[in-house]
């Protein structure tokens, strides 16, 4: 990688002859049989099988950060701490260790963001990014349990005041106690909690968990958030992920070419994106999810590009998404742009992998080892609702009935209309528009001209896959939506709209292009001031419904 356009995790003195592919895989296959056998020891060999798929991904995902973060001899320690935390010390030894697991923890983190820290000082854009972290602390912290818009969205739609009880669930209003806390948060996180038990604790019944398909993120905050503290690693994951969906922003504005205005006002308003807003405070993988929409696309583009220092980790990035989420267009987005840009084994490469990995979990993590699939049969379940849709769209379309073939198409984009904040969807029109016509006015080329066919790609294709996938969700969201459709389906769009926001302010408003992303933050908050329900408008499409 050059001078000019190092990534986040390849600024490094390593030399990248020394890494052998096959050795990497040895040591990670070493390392993951090491902690199945441990957890096997001390919990149960159940629980030390079911552990081996996510910890193989998770493993792979650190050691090649840390291989490609630092120095031989330092990654090798760095990785030890990623391996100590799998052992589940404080599970598997005594409760008393919670805080060596938080402090392992806190380390690995610690070094991402000192990577971080890195990347922007060598661009003096500390300010910038401080800003931007400042700014998601504070979205953050004033979104909490009765106040997390996810939390209240049921109560609002319902015009019914809050009666939470500390301790008790209320289900007229949808707001329950998170596992044996006081902690309010919405009566649906109870449905995830299944996804971190599993891998902790032997007689734990999951059969009627709705969710243990979507694994990861209940793996991944398994490995500290242990009982009566899930919701506090919960909350740290996704103010940690939703500062590495900004950075990720920020770089792919960097390998589009976007002057350094554009890629800080895509930066800061991404700090204020509605979706990261509404899920902070929910310990369920929706946030996360959000976050790997710009992480997936930031890997992608990496793999595009001629230096291919650490296609191990972009690859397990882009793959892991689909382990925490149903994202699956996202992964057919990574692999239209792979093809595109004449990477076509790894575009092959990826989906392959990931549907392989949910496979296996599927049929053998949970058939065989843990002994049920979850409740598949419930209508909230993943393959239900693709079921619906599927058998709906085909109905519409065999029996001609253009009524309701129009009915799905207007709410599936009325879905991706509100999910882009309706000004964000405006703003991917309106950049996909100005692109064709400076495209076609050769005559006078843009100082950014280059930029143009990426830019202009990734939107297209974010759009065109993000609407078709609209269209398709739209038979199921008549099922959990009073108006039909559900606009935080559509929010995986935000990188598109983000960088378009970006790009278009800073072309039109010059220096008062930094009016987006204040814009945006006031927006995010206008709950605070009571103006209006923004969950209401996000989560249902309504508008008008006050905050109560």
């Given at each position: 990688?050059?001078?000019?356009?190092?990534t986040?995790?390849t600024?490094?003195?390593?030399?990248?002859?020394?890494?052998?592919i096959?050795?990497?895989?040895?040591?990670?296959?070493?390392?993951?049989?090491?902690q199945?056998w441990?957890?096997?020891i001390?919990?149960?060999?159940?629980?030390?099988?079911?552990n081996?798929?996510?910890?193989?991904?998770f493993l792979?995902?650190w050691y090649?950060f840390?291989?490609?973060?630092?120095?031989?001899?330092y990654?090798?320690?760095y990785?030890?701490?990623g391996f100590?935390?799998?052992?589940?010390l404080?599970?598997?030894?005594?409760?008393?260790?919670e805080i060596?697991?938080?402090t392992?923890y806190?380390?690995?983190?610690g070094?991402?963001g000192?990577?971080?820290?890195e990347?922007?000082?060598?661009?003096?854009?500390?300010?910038?990014?401080?800003?931007?972290?400042?700014?998601?602390l504070?979205?953050?912290?004033?979104?909490?349990?009765l106040?997390?818009?996810?939390t209240?969205?049921?109560r609002?739609?319902?015009?019914?005041?809050?009666?939470y009880?500390?301790?008790?669930?209320?289900n007229?209003?949808?707001e329950c106690?998170?596992?044996?806390?006081?902690l309010?948060?919405h009566?649906?996180m109870r449905?995830?909690?299944p996804?971190?038990?599993?891998?902790?604790?032997?007689?734990?019944?999951?059969?009627?968990?709705v969710?243990l398909?979507?694994?990861?993120?209940?793996?991944?905050?398994?490995l500290?958030g242990?009982?009566g503290?899930r919701?506090?690693?919960?909350?740290?994951v996704?103010?940690?992920?939703?500062?590495?969906?900004?950075?990720?922003?920020?770089?792919?504005?960097?390998i589009a070419?976007l002057?350094e205005?554009?890629?800080n006002?895509?930066m800061l308003?991404?700090a204020?994106?509605?979706?990261?807003?509404?899920?902070?405070?929910q310990p369920?993988?929706?946030?996360?999810?959000?976050a790997?929409?710009?992480?997936?696309?930031?890997?992608?583009l990496?793999?595009?590009?001629?230096?291919?220092?650490n296609?191990?980790l972009?690859?397990?990035?882009?793959?892991?998404?689909s382990?925490?989420?149903?994202i699956y267009?996202?992964i057919?987005i990574?692999?239209?742009?792979?093809f595109?840009?004449k990477r076509p084994?790894?575009?092959?490469l990826?989906?392959?992998?990931?549907?392989?990995l949910?496979?296996?979990?599927?049929?053998?993590?949970?058939?065989?080892?843990l002994?049920?699939?979850?409740?598949?049969?419930?209508?909230?379940s993943p393959?239900?609702n693709?079921?619906?849709?599927?058998?709906?769209?085909?109905?519409a379309?065999?029996?001609?009935?253009f009524?309701?073939?129009?009915q799905?198409?207007?709410?599936?984009?009325m879905?991706?209309?509100?999910?882009?904040m309706i000004?964000?969807?405006?703003a991917?029109?309106?950049?996909?528009?100005?692109?064709a016509?400076?495209?076609?006015?050769a005559?006078?080329?843009?100082?950014?001209?280059?930029?143009?066919?990426?830019?202009?790609?990734?939107?297209?294709?974010?759009?065109?896959?993000?609407?078709?996938?609209?269209f398709?969700?739209?038979?199921?969201?008549e099922?959990?939506?009073?108006?039909?459709?559900?606009?935080?389906?559509?929010?995986?769009?935000?990188?598109?709209?983000?960088?378009?926001?970006a790009?278009?302010?800073?072309?039109?408003l010059?220096?008062?292009?930094?009016?987006?992303?204040?814009?945006?933050?006031?927006?995010?908050?206008?709950?605070?001031?009571?103006?209006?329900?923004?969950?209401?408008?996000?989560?249902?499409?309504l508008?008008?419904?006050?905050w109560?």
């Amino acid at each position: 990688m050059n001078q000019q356009s190092p990534t986040i995790s390849t600024i490094s003195d390593i030399d990248t002859s020394k890494i052998f592919i096959f050795k990497d895989i040895g040591l990670i296959l070493v390392a993951v049989i090491a902690q199945c056998w441990w957890t096997s020891i001390f919990v149960s060999t159940k629980v030390g099988l079911l552990n081996l798929l996510p910890t193989l991904v998770f493993l792979g995902l650190w050691y090649w950060f840390t291989k490609s973060s630092l120095s031989i001899q330092y990654s090798r320690w760095y990785f030890l701490l990623g391996f100590l935390i799998t052992l589940r010390l404080p599970v598997t030894i005594a409760p008393q260790l919670e805080i060596l697991n938080w402090t392992l923890y806190l380390s690995m983190v610690g070094l991402i963001g000192y990577r971080i820290f890195e990347y922007f000082r060598q661009r003096k854009q500390l300010i910038v990014v401080g800003l931007a972290i400042t700014i998601i602390l504070f979205n953050s912290f004033t979104h909490l349990f009765l106040d997390s818009p996810f939390t209240y969205s049921f109560r609002l739609l319902s015009q019914l005041p809050s009666n939470y009880i500390a301790g008790k669930d209320n289900n007229l209003t949808w707001e329950c106690s998170y596992e044996d806390t006081s902690l309010p948060v919405h009566c649906d996180m109870r449905h995830f909690i299944p996804s971190e038990k599993i891998f902790t604790e032997t007689s734990y019944d999951a059969s009627f968990s709705v969710f243990l398909n979507r694994f990861f993120y209940g793996y991944f905050n398994s490995l500290v958030g242990m009982s009566g503290h899930r919701w506090f690693m919960s909350i740290s994951v996704n103010i940690f992920l939703w500062i590495s969906a900004c950075v990720a922003i920020y770089r792919i504005g960097e390998i589009a070419n976007l002057n350094e205005r554009m890629r800080n006002i895509a930066m800061l308003c991404c700090a204020s994106s509605w979706g990261f807003v509404h899920f902070v405070a929910q310990p369920s993988p929706h946030m996360t999810a959000f976050a790997f929409a710009s992480i997936i696309l930031w890997a992608t583009l990496e793999l595009t590009r001629d230096e291919f220092l650490n296609d191990p980790l972009l690859i397990l990035l882009i793959i892991s998404g689909s382990l925490v989420y149903d994202i699956y267009p996202l992964i057919l987005i990574s692999s239209i742009l792979l093809f595109i840009y004449k990477r076509p084994l790894l575009g092959v490469l990826i989906p392959l992998l990931s549907i392989a990995l949910n496979v296996c979990w599927k049929y053998i993590s949970l058939q065989q080892i843990l002994g049920t699939l979850g409740n598949i049969q419930s209508l909230s379940s993943p393959s239900s609702n693709l079921t619906y849709s599927f058998q709906n769209w085909t109905k519409a379309i065999l029996s001609l009935d253009f009524g309701r073939i129009w009915q799905f198409l207007s709410n599936g984009f009325m879905s991706y209309l509100y999910g882009g904040m309706i000004f964000g969807a405006i703003a991917s029109t309106g950049l996909l528009i100005y692109l064709a016509i400076q495209k076609k006015n050769a005559a006078n080329p843009d100082e950014n001209q280059l930029l143009f066919p990426l830019l202009f790609t990734i939107t297209a294709c974010f759009c065109t896959v993000m609407l078709i996938a609209m269209f398709f969700v739209a038979a199921q969201s008549e099922i959990w939506s009073p108006t039909k459709f559900l606009p935080r389906f559509a929010f995986y769009i935000y990188p598109a709209n983000t960088l378009a926001i970006a790009f278009l302010a800073d072309k039109f408003l010059n220096r008062g292009s930094y009016f987006a992303p204040i814009l945006t933050f006031i927006i995010a908050n206008s709950t605070i001031i009571k103006i209006a329900s923004m969950s209401a408008f996000f989560e249902y499409g309504l508008v008008g419904l006050y905050w109560q």
